[in-house]
């Protein structure tokens, strides 16, 4: 599987969320407030096709909580017949549609309850799971049903970053819970619905790396990758037929974290170290399922790094599977330009460059470049 991935809050605009609150109380400038962010929710079969002269043939998106259900219990059937749209569009054009259930964002009814921290949202999460499921099973074989179920707390709850802006320990082990609970309940409602659907989720891992394999350094990297990149996939390592992959971060270890080098960096000033992939692959060996690499990419507004760092990273993913890693797909972040949450909309992670005034689409150099190998299904070595 070829593609590259989108989400609701982040390309669609018009969304009415706990986002979309936040952002008009906190935005220090209109940057910061999505919008009609690139006005995907009306413009999709135009993007769909841009990704299908790209070579993709499958793709990642999520579906918009608060649309289809804005009211507690009250589902909206116009969006439902939405995004029936979209995913047909999607089969029209020969693209596999990869759907996430959950992508950072709530109902305000949801937030207003406490959000994740209260365990009823869980259990309304996976009422509109049901529904929504329902609707589309017999057009959807591919179901994400969170979006970095460890991020999404560390920001919100430990950080205090994103809404509801808390700092409370207790609060983040508390929601950590409580998705976990969520997606294990949303895996049975899946597969009881349709039992032949490959259900999983898209979870952040970052590689981390002992310098000289000091005896101090292999021993906070055991902690970390046991709480940062295990310890979600172990609570829920029988209730998922695929793993999701999200790859961003190295992390150098060197008595202490976050030692890198940054020799080469994003515009966001995040390092980019394409090769750690291949040892994250290799650690999620283990769980003995196949692997979907859902989020790959880089902040690059002039477009200078990014067909070097795909071509890289998917030398890594090639030797992991020369390895016998079970890697099936690979989707790079991210289709378009869009709202990079917290941080507005000056972070270019698109294939295809978004001018927010006129909605314009301009496919990026690079794009061009991982269309060559998404046609071939090859990286020319």
């Known amino acids: ?29 209109e940057n910061y407030i999505s919008g ?27 579906i918009e909580w608060s649309r289809v259900e ?32 959950w992508h950072f964002t709530l109902p305000l009814w949801a937030a207003e309850q406490g ?15 049901e529904k929504v499921v329902g609707a589309f099973k017999p057009e959807v074989k591919f179901w994400i049903i969170l979006n970095e179920p460890d991020v999404y707390p560390a ?38 619905i349709e039992p032949e659907a490959q259900v999983g989720i898209a979870k952040n891992n970052i590689y981390f790396e002992p310098y000289k394999n000091k005896l101090i350094n292999l021993c906070l990297k055991k902690l970390a990758d046991w709480w940062c990149n295990f310890y979600f996939l172990n609570r829920i390592k029988n209730f998922q037929d695929f793993i999701g992959l999200n790859y961003y971060f190295h992390n150098l270890i060197n008595c202490g974290f976050s030692k890198n080098e940054n020799k080469i960096v994003s515009d966001m000033g ?31 507004s002039q477009d200078q790094k990014r067909a070097w760092f795909i071509k890289e990273t998917l030398r890594s ?12 797909g690979y989707f790079h972040w991210s289709l378009l330009d869009n709202f990079e949450w917290d941080k507005g909309f000056w972070p270019r992670f698109g294939l295809v460059e978004i001018d927010y005034k006129t909605l314009e689409r301009k496919v990026r150099p690079s794009a061009w470049e991982y269309a060559r190998i998404c046609k071939n299904n090859e990286l020319n070595l």
């Open 155 to 192: 920001e919100s709850y430990l950080k205090g970053a994103w809404p509801p802006q808390k700092k409370n320990i207790f609060a983040y082990l508390k929601v950590i819970k409580n998705l976990s609970k969520a997606h294990k309940t949303a895996y049975e409602i899946i597969k009881k």
């Open 70 to 101: 804005p009211e507690q219990g009250k589902f909206n059937e116009a969006e439902l017949g939405h995004y029936c749209r979209v995913i047909s569009a999607l089969r029209e054009r020969g693209l596999e549609p990869f759907v996430t259930l």
């Open 270 to 300: 995040w390092e980019l170290y394409p090769q750690g992939i291949y040892y994250i692959l290799k650690d999620l060996q283990k769980y003995q399922k196949p692997i979907y690499i859902t989020e790959n990419g880089l902040a690059d």
């Open 1 to 29: 599987m070829w593609g590259a991935a989108t989400s609701a809050h982040q390309v669609e605009g018009g969304n009415f969320n706990d986002w979309s609150e936040w952002e008009k109380k906190s935005a220090q400038a």
């Open 317 to 328: 993913v090639h030797q992991a599977i020369e390895e016998g890693v079970d890697v099936r």
């Open 115 to 129: 959000g994740w921290q209260n365990k009823k949202t869980a259990e309304d999460f996976c009422r509109y799971v």
């Open 36 to 62: 009609r962010a690139c006005d995907h929710y009306n413009l999709y079969e135009q993007d769909f096709d841009i990704a299908k002269s790209l070579g993709h043939n499958a793709h990642r998106f999520s």
